[in-house]
Each structure stands twice: as structure tokens, then as C-alpha cells.
């Protein structure tokens, strides 16, 4: 699972990070972006060409009849990727590589932890990012979609999804899932639209255990109204 993340580079950043076009949106630093929000997305091209593009964050398939469909796919799991309707053309055929500068999770609450106003505890919030400080490339899925029977003059909506796979030792103590993050080489392929569907699930790996490091940042980021930093 994964519901909230942190972006905070801009976009000619990440244009540069990814040799990508740079698209004529620029969000500025972000902290605390939730489902629904809109996020950067890097896709490949037939013509080898890569941009950045901007997708809701929560897919809606192509064939969805409401679009609050979009509410329950803000994660894709690895493990059915390539079977489940609502995820598998947009794996073929539809890849995008979410960046991010950290995601966020909850650790259990404990007396020593944070507490509520009543002085009740609550769960400890963790910032993982990588350990030597550069983008996140999480793995994702995009869609475009346009309610069924609008005219032409409706614009699509594209929409987003992140992929998930099992914890890693840094992670599994917090949460069992974690994002799929692509190495340099791993997010070359799987933006590469010639890709095999069997070399691209052989990414979709946990990371390496000394990938990630985390951090407690305040309870203040579970109201997705505050923005941060949090740290």
C-alpha cells in the first residue's frame, strides 16, 4: 500500500532526471499528496522519446462506467498485474514511472509514541526516502478514460496507478507492501514499449534492504489539508 507521498522536485528536474520532455505544469514542492491529486508521470513513446505528463492519481480503466472506480485503484498489485482487468492492457500497453522524493506509512501506535489530543496513541508516520537522496522511480500504470456516451469535445482524463510488491526487511516491520521502485536500468525497461512481459515482471521486485532509510515526521500529515514539511 501506498497512499501518500512527497515530491519536491521540479519539473525541469525531473525531466532531466529521466532525459524526458518537460511539460508546462509546474506543481512546486508538494508533501503531502494524496489520492486524487494530480501527479508527474514519466512515459515512454513509440519514437524512443520519454515525457513527463500529468495524471490523477487513482486509474480508471478504459472501460470503467464511473469514474469513482479511480478511488479504489490507487495501488496495482505486482503479483496479479498482468491477470486482473482492471490493471492488465494498461501493463501492456500503458506504463508511466511515477517520481517521487519520498512516500509516507504508519508505524503501529505505542505508549511511547505519538498521542492524540486526548491523549490517546496513534500511529507513527515514517518518510522513506532513498539513502543517497535521489528520485524515487515507483513503477505505475496510466489509463485514459472519458465518460461513456460524452462527445468529442469531452477532454480524456488520464489517470494513474502505483505498483506494489512485498516488503523488504526495512520495510516489512511498518507495513507488508511497498512500492515497486526501479533501479536505472529497471525503469529504462520498463518504459521501453517493446519491453517482454516476462522481463517486465521479473521487475517488479522489492528493493534492496539498503535502499531505503526512514524517518518519524509529525502526526500533522495525517490531515491531508497540511502540507509540510513534516520534518
Not at 506504463?95 to 509516507?104: A, D, K
Not at 492524540?116 to 528520485?135: H, M, S, T, Y
Not at 526487511?169 to 517482454?196: C, F, K, N, Q, Y
Not at 521487475?203 to 531505503?212: C, E
Request: charged share 25%; with cysteine.
Amino acid at each position: 500500500m501506498c497512499g501518500r507521498f512527497v515530491s519536491t522536485a521540479s519539473a525541469a528536474e525531473i525531466a532531466e532526471f529521466f532525459d524526458a520532455d518537460t511539460p508546462n505544469v509546474e506543481f512546486g514542492e508538494r508533501y503531502n499528496i494524496a489520492p486524487t491529486n494530480e501527479v508527474y508521470g514519466v512515459i515512454g513513446r513509440s519514437d524512443a522519446h520519454r515525457a513527463v505528463e500529468i495524471f490523477e492519481w487513482g486509474l480508471i480503466p478504459s472501460w470503467a462506467k464511473d469514474a469513482r472506480i479511480g478511488n479504489s485503484l490507487i495501488n496495482c498489485r505486482a503479483e496479479t498485474i498482468a491477470e486482473k482487468p482492471s490493471f492488465r492492457t494498461s501493463f501492456a500497453r500503458r506504463r508511466c514511472v511515477v517520481p517521487m522524493s519520498g512516500f509516507y506509512e504508519w508505524r503501529a501506535a505505542s505508549p511511547d509514541g505519538p498521542r492524540n489530543a486526548k491523549g490517546v496513541p496513534v500511529k507513527q508516520p515514517l518518510l522513506f526516502e532513498r539513502a543517497d537522496r535521489r528520485l524515487l522511480a515507483v513503477a505505475g500504470l496510466w489509463s485514459a478514460w472519458r465518460e461513456p456516451g460524452s462527445g468529442d469535445d469531452v477532454p480524456w482524463r488520464h489517470t494513474c496507478t502505483l505498483v506494489t510488491t512485498t516488503a523488504n526487511s526495512t520495510m516489512a516491520a511498518v507495513h507488508d507492501r511497498m512500492p515497486v521502485i526501479l533501479d536505472d536500468d529497471g525503469w529504462h525497461e520498463w518504459l521501453d514499449p517493446t519491453s517482454t512481459q516476462s522481463d517486465l515482471l521479473m521487475l517488479l521486485q522489492p528493493a534492496h534492504d539498503d535502499v531505503l532509510v526512514a524517518k518519524e515526521v509529525s502526526t500533522a500529515v495525517n490531515n491531508v489539508r497540511n502540507q509540510g514539511p513534516f520534518w
